[in-house]
């Protein structure tokens, strides 16, 4: 049981750093490549769409780690899940604290309403969510490596 958790939990924390990297080095430069406004409301649909699911995705994925560390206390690699779960912690108060507020207001935005601002605050949220996808690129390793 605890191998099927442990690879379940695994493929789950990949999964989102996929979609995560993906957003930060794929979907953003095509938004940003885009003409006229077109990048904008597709960063706004995609902080909609994304909004709504990554919250249970990034807590499930602590959760899921957690729930590892504890079950698999005393077998090997114990110390690499509990260093991931604090990392998949950083990685979801980043998400509080940095990139849901300004998501928050960028998937509101339209080319009537948007700020004067909008693509330096677009750019402040690149900056963060390229730290956050590193933290969870270190926390997805650490669950590999811990599978060994």
Do not use: C
């Amino acid at each position: 049981m605890l191998d099927a958790l442990e690879v379940f939990t695994t493929v789950i924390v990949g999964l989102m750093v996929g979609v995560e990297f993906s957003v930060a080095f794929v979907i953003n430069p095509i938004f940003n490549a885009l003409p006229e406004d077109s990048g904008q409301l597709g960063r706004a649909h995609g902080g909609r769409m994304l909004g709504a699911v990554m919250p249970f995705w990034y807590i499930g994925s602590l959760v899921l780690s957690a729930i590892w560390a504890v079950a698999g206390w005393h077998h090997h690699g114990a110390g690499l899940v509990v260093t991931a779960g604090a990392l998949l912690i950083v990685s979801v108060v980043m998400s509080m604290l940095l990139l849901v507020p300004i998501n928050n207001r960028g998937k509101t935005w339209t080319p009537e309403n948007r700020p004067a601002d909008w693509k330096e605050q677009m750019n402040r949220w690149d900056r963060f969510h390229y730290v956050r996808v590193a933290v969870i690129i270190a926390a997805f390793a650490l669950l590999v490596a811990a599978l060994a």
